[in-house]
């Protein structure tokens, strides 16, 4: 199975801060990667798809990027509303695979 | 609008079968292009892949999970059910279902359920 690595596990942040969260695939996947934000009690939400679409309705302040092994999420400035675990997930070949999650909390 | 509702048991003794059901509305189970997924997630840790079926009945399942679960369609409830057999106290998670939409290459879970608890102890 690929292995799916995001860093960091978790940031403090604050209101209008620029954060970057990276997953590294033990393998080349191509841009076959999705971003996904939870908060706590609800299901995950999809903000990202192949690496760097955003999905309708996301605000335009998250952006994706990276291709092959390395990618990237942004919230170029992050809202209260932005504080959440994000996940990564490699959607290349199966069995499909998380990252194992970063938290963003409030400094 | 899509919704996903799972239901089913939200306690499960151990070495028996988990069994829970996902109605789908909004959209049809019998949909080309869509994978009817199931997801979990232990408390307070990171997700994980489960397996699918398609529109066509083809499954395809984790291979950690691959010998106790099994994914089926009653497209006539227009629901798809999980069943993991042997369950221990590891098995306990909140468990998801979702829509993962392909498209040209595209893949992507665009559609969950609300989650639902299940607690393997007797």
């Known amino acids: 199975a690929i292995q799916m690595t995001q860093s960091p596990s978790s940031l403090s942040a604050s209101v209008g801060d620029r954060v970057t969260i990276t997953c590294r695939a033990s393998q080349d996947i191509r841009n076959d990667l999705g971003w996904y934000q939870q908060k706590p009690g609800k299901a995950p939400k999809l903000l990202i798809y192949v690496a760097s679409s955003l999905q309708s309705a996301v605000p335009s302040r998250f952006s994706g990027s990276g291709s092959g092994t390395d990618f990237t999420l942004t919230i170029s400035s992050l809202q209260p509303e932005d504080f959440a675990t994000y996940y990564c997930l490699q959607d290349y070949n199966y069995p499909l695979t998380f990252g194992g999650g970063t938290k963003v909390e409030i400094k | 609008q899509v919704q996903l509702q799972e239901s089913g048991p939200g306690l499960v003794k151990p070495s028996e079968t988990l069994s829970l059901t996902c109605t789908v509305s909004g959209d049809s189970v019998s949909s080309t292009s869509y994978y009817w997924t199931w997801i979990r997630q232990p408390p307070g840790r990171g997700l994980e892949w489960i397996g699918y079926?398609?529109?066509?009945?083809?499954?395809n399942y984790n291979p950690s999970l691959n010998s106790r679960v099994t994914i089926s369609a009653d497209t006539s409830k227009n629901q798809f059910s999980l069943k993991l057999s042997s369950v221990t106290a590891v098995d306990t998670a909140v468990y998801y279902c979702a829509r993962r939409h392909c498209d040209d290459g595209r893949c992507y879970f665009d559609y969950w359920g609300q989650g639902t608890l299940v607690t393997v102890s007797s």
């Open positions: 079926i398609y529109y066509n009945g083809n499954s």
